[in-house]
């Protein structure tokens, strides 16, 4: 498969198996922390590439005020089903966009951006990660707050092609496979997810290709970037639960405040 050119290819076709997937992945261990985070931060929260809405619905049970920006049509329309579901479209938006220029008027301000599960690691590039740093910036209100976590090593992850990932059970009488393949692009620093969500009902075979590639960048060099943006680094944490940062940890969560 070819490596795509930008971090938002591919989000359209995962959409359809991003939550069986992630069920069984990342599950709900984040999902307490970012909630947390959204009840005191005492004002709006904008979700940058809130996807499905596995954190939105109960990230905006906890806001005053939500809104998700995502870029996939896909992926959002599984959030706006689960917005009315849960019954919270009063007070949480969606606004279809790109997080690289962000479609808000020039006084809309935010008091926590939160970019959950790796999704600075769809900016494949310094210019983008530059841009949407200095975008969020500008909407985040003074003495606001941005919180990031990256998934940590990927660059280090072993590559293979072609591995049974996970196997099992869809809504409507679906059966799923996931055959995945990991591909290193270091002279871009990407790591490439080729993925084949293979789908059987009713004795029918469908094969469903996805594509979607990562950058990673070491805790101090994406510190010196947020710091670049004018924001003070408050914390750099190992995990969910106020765990000490080390470059082994499980996740790597950075909290910076709006100077
Ligand atoms: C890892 S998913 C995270 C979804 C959700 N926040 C969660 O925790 O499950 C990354 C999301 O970012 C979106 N995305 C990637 N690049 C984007 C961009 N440049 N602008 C807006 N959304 C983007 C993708 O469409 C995808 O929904």
Request: glycine share 10%.
């Amino acid at each position: 498969m070819s490596t795509p050119t930008e971090g938002w290819h591919g989000w359209d076709a995962y959409a359809r198996f991003y939550d069986w997937e992630n069920a069984q992945t990342v599950g709900r261990r984040d999902v307490r922390f970012w909630a947390d985070l959204a009840a005191r931060a005492d004002g709006t929260v904008l979700e940058l590439g809130c996807g499905t809405g596995r954190l939105s619905v109960p990230v905006a049970r906890k806001a005053r005020r939500f809104v998700g920006i995502d870029r996939s049509a896909a992926m959002l329309r599984k959030l706006r089903a689960r917005l009315r579901r849960a019954r919270l479209t009063g007070r949480a938006s969606i606004v279809r966009g790109d997080i690289r220029v962000l479609p808000f008027r020039s006084d809309w301000r935010c008091r926590l951006a939160m970019a959950p599960y790796g999704m600075l690691q769809s900016l494949l590039t310094d210019d983008d990660l530059a841009a949407t740093l200095d975008g969020v910036a500008r909407v985040l209100a003074p003495g606001g707050i941005l919180g990031v976590d990256l998934a940590p090593g990927l660059p280090r992850w072993g590559e293979y092609s072609r591995r049974v990932g996970l196997r099992g059970a869809m809504s409507g009488g679906r059966r799923v496979t996931l055959i995945e393949s990991v591909r290193q692009v270091p002279r871009r620093g990407l790591t490439v997810f080729d993925q084949e969500f293979v789908e059987t009902r009713r004795g029918r075979r469908k094969s469903h290709p996805v594509s979607i590639a990562f950058r990673t960048l070491s805790v101090p060099q994406m510190v010196a970037r947020i710091e670049a943006a004018d924001f003070a680094v408050d914390a750099v944490l190992g995990g969910y639960q106020d765990e000490a940062w080390s470059p082994d940890a499980d996740v790597w969560v950075i909290i910076a405040r709006r100077s």
